[in-house]
């Protein structure tokens, strides 16, 4: 019986044992789980590390685009004022014809001038010869016909300058 009882002894003591390695393998097993889900975090910081660089690097792209709008709305404004220079030149030039056409005008308003005064030289004549025929009174008539061919040249001449201005028009 002793026997029996040593060996009961010595059972319980390893019954023990397995209670304490049992309680380690729980505690064990706790710790791995820990380390599993430590595992998964490690795993989703990483990820999110990822993530981060990957914001970090569109808000580059961002900061770019920014960058390129306002150049593009510099560009936007650059063509309008080229429009506008465009539209200054071309009213620079129509001043330019303006002011051409205004020096023939001129030109003109001469010339009618001189059509007015050769007018005046004409009807003067005219009148002077009604009173040389009614007097019979021919004072120097080769003076009288130059000044009419002067007259008559003169008449010429703003024809030609009328036919110009028709042309301008």
Do not use: F, G
Request: without cysteine; positive net charge.
């Amino acid at each position: 019986m002793r026997k029996q009882l040593h060996k009961l002894d010595k059972v319980s003591k390893q019954l023990h044992k397995l209670d304490k390695v049992s309680k380690q393998l729980h505690k064990l097993d706790k710790v791995s789980k820990q380390l599993h889900k430590l595992d998964k975090v490690s795993k989703q910081l990483h990820k999110l590390d990822k993530v981060s660089k990957q914001l970090h690097k569109l808000d580059k792209v961002s900061k770019k685009l920014h960058k390129l709008d306002k150049v593009s709305k510099q560009l936007h404004k650059l063509d309008e004022a080229s429009k506008q220079l465009h539209k200054l030149d071309e009213a620079s030039t129509q001043l330019h014809k303006l002011d051409k056409s205004s020096k023939q005008l001129h030109k003109l308003d001469e010339a009618s001038k001189q059509l007015h005064n050769t007018d005046k030289v004409s009807n003067s004549y005219t009148n002077w010869m009604r009173r040389a025929y009614s007097y019979k009174n021919w004072m120097r008539p080769s003076t009288q016909l130059h000044k009419l061919d002067e007259s008559s040249k003169q008449l010429h001449k703003l024809d030609e300058a009328s036919k110009q201005l028709h042309k301008l028009d």
